[in-house]
């Protein structure tokens, strides 16, 4: 059986559903809309399958028929809270976009899941298709095992894979692999400041929760350069401050919020103690007041060794060498495929299709006016049809 042929007679079904989902984009949790479209073509095509999460999340089967091992296939279902600045005739109007790639992700799963059923006789055992949300947060993969999504059937192995431009390193239209770490940790932590307000004129009189404010993201940002080795890979970043709504308004209250990424646990525990003892500090110096609350969030995402190199033997039986492109470093970036990756052996991978626009400039991930070659999609359902066949017989 020719895969790229197989897989060519589904790419405008591919390509119709990726305009679909990305005309609909939900945030985290709140998939209902997005579920519902999966769910239309699962009963079009007689496909069995449960929803999960409050009709938030759907796993679905392909069963051979035949005693065999159990392979799962993961796609995230979330968008951004973005406001889309694409000129796509497909583009978003509900203030939310798919600035990330879900809405392809969710396309190839299912048109994988298509491929595999229309040949089922072809292999053993079962495949199962994990449509998840709340990738971005809070966390959805967490809540999707906790639901039985890697159980009855018990999952041996899942893969999953990203697109766009995560890896800058990958060229377009190349699939990149990674053995061992692959993406980051990912943290959150909220400061709240308490002080006490009053007219700006007369700043004796009041308890300033700005200077607190500052006190604390300044001495956060030294956290990294002067407590933490040089060797290890850390981020610490504050990417929201809040407070104050007038230029002669002292305020009352002031928050801060932030990330923090690494591969250590030990770092993240020092982090998570340091960040609280710093807020701690500084607000008795100013006179102020805080709660501070750290969510320790995903694990760093680790690829299985044996499993990655299956995936690249099974690239090979269909692409040519030069599109598989080694990943040579990890990045800061995170996915809540890692608590999968905790549970089962698995892998995953990436496609990097950023589109150019017509001025020949291309937008990342996250980004309003990202966007993806959809004639590269193709290759990421053929190699999870490739694998699955590998795998799984």
Same mark, same amino acid.
């Given at each position: 059986?020719?895969?790229?042929?197989?897989?060519?007679?589904?790419?405008?079904?591919?390509?119709?559903?990726?305009?679909?989902?990305?005309?609909?984009?939900?945030i985290?949790?709140?998939?209902? /809309?997005?579920?519902?479209?999966?769910?239309k073509?699962?009963?079009?095509?007689?496909?069995p399958y449960?929803?999960?999460?409050g009709?938030r999340?759907?796993i &679905?089967?392909?069963?051979?028929g035949?005693?065999?091992?159990?392979?799962?296939?993961r796609?995230?279902?979330?968008?951004?809270?973005?406001?889309?600045?694409?000129?796509?005739?497909?583009?978003?109007?509900?203030?939310?976009?798919?600035?990330?790639?879900h809405?392809?992700h969710? &396309?190839?799963?299912?048109?994988?899941?298509?491929?595999?059923?229309?040949?089922?006789?072809?292999?053993?055992?079962?495949?199962?298709?994990?449509f /998840?949300?709340?990738?971005?947060y809070?966390?959805?993969?967490?809540?999707?095992i906790?639901?039985?999504?890697?159980?009855?059937?018990?999952?041996?192995?899942?893969i999953?894979?990203?697109?766009?431009?995560?890896?800058?390193?990958?060229?377009?239209?190349?699939i990149?692999?990674?053995?061992?770490?692959?993406?980051?940790?990912?943290?959150k932590?909220?400061?709240?400041?308490?002080?006490?307000?009053?007219?700006?004129s007369?700043?004796?009189d009041?308890?300033?929760?700005?200077?607190?404010?500052v006190d604390?993201?300044?001495?956060?940002?030294?956290?990294?350069?002067?407590?933490?080795s040089?060797s290890?890979?850390?981020?610490?970043?504050?990417?929201?401050?809040?407070s104050?709504?007038?230029q002669?308004?002292i305020?009352?209250?002031?928050?801060?919020e932030?990330?923090?990424r690494t591969?250590n646990?030990?770092v993240?525990?020092?982090?998570?103690?340091?960040?609280?003892?710093?807020?701690?500090y500084?607000?008795?110096g100013?006179?102020?007041?805080?709660?501070?609350d750290?969510?320790?969030?995903?694990?760093?995402?680790?690829?299985?060794?044996?499993?990655?190199?299956?995936?690249?033997k099974?690239?090979?039986?269909?692409?040519?060498?030069?599109?598989?492109h080694?990943?040579?470093?990890?990045t800061?970036?995170?996915?809540?495929?890692?608590?999968?990756?905790?549970?089962?052996p698995?892998?995953?991978f990436?496609?990097?299709?950023?589109?150019m626009?017509?001025?020949?400039?291309?937008?990342?991930?996250?980004?309003?006016?990202?966007d993806?070659?959809e004639?590269?999609?193709?290759?990421?359902?053929?190699?999870?049809?490739?694998?699955?066949?590998?795998?799984?017989?």
């Amino acid at each position: 059986m020719n895969i790229i042929e197989k897989v060519k007679e589904y790419e405008s079904f591919l390509i119709k559903e990726r305009r679909i989902l990305h005309q609909i984009p939900e945030i985290g949790l709140d998939t209902y /809309q997005t579920c519902e479209e999966l769910e239309k073509v699962l009963i079009e095509h007689k496909i069995p399958y449960r929803k999960v999460l409050g009709s938030r999340g759907i796993i &679905a089967l392909v069963d051979s028929g035949k005693p065999g091992k159990c392979l799962a296939i993961r796609a995230d279902m979330d968008a951004l809270e973005i406001k889309e600045e694409t000129d796509l005739d497909f583009k978003s109007h509900n203030g939310f976009m798919h600035a990330c790639g879900h809405d392809c992700h969710m &396309a190839d799963v299912l048109t994988t899941l298509l491929v595999l059923n229309s040949i089922k006789q072809e292999f053993s055992g079962v495949v199962k298709f994990i449509f /998840q949300p709340g990738e971005e947060y809070p966390g959805g993969a967490e809540l999707m095992i906790k639901e039985g999504a890697l159980d009855n059937p018990k999952v041996d192995c899942i893969i999953g894979h990203h697109v766009g431009g995560l890896f800058a390193s990958v060229p377009h239209g190349s699939i990149g692999f990674k053995s061992g770490n692959l993406m980051a940790s990912m943290d959150k932590f909220v400061i709240r400041i308490e002080g006490s307000g009053g007219h700006g004129s007369m700043p004796e009189d009041t308890v300033d929760p700005i200077v607190c404010l500052v006190d604390i993201v300044q001495a956060i940002n030294r956290i990294k350069s002067r407590e933490i080795s040089s060797s290890e890979k850390c981020v610490i970043s504050v990417c929201k401050v809040n407070s104050g709504i007038n230029q002669n308004i002292i305020p009352s209250e002031a928050e801060i919020e932030g990330t923090v990424r690494t591969f250590n646990d030990d770092v993240r525990k020092y982090i998570r103690k340091r960040i609280g003892e710093i807020s701690e500090y500084y607000s008795q110096g100013n006179r102020c007041s805080v709660s501070y609350d750290y969510a320790w969030k995903y694990p760093h995402l680790a690829n299985n060794d044996n499993i990655i190199e299956l995936l690249k033997k099974s690239t090979r039986k269909i692409f040519s060498e030069d599109i598989i492109h080694d990943i040579e470093s990890e990045t800061m970036a995170g996915d809540d495929m890692a608590y999968y990756l905790e549970k089962v052996p698995g892998a995953y991978f990436m496609l990097s299709n950023l589109k150019m626009d017509k001025n020949g400039k291309t937008y990342p991930n996250h980004h309003p006016k990202f966007d993806i070659d959809e004639g590269e999609l193709y290759k990421t359902v053929a190699i999870c049809v490739q694998f699955a066949l590998d795998y799984l017989n």
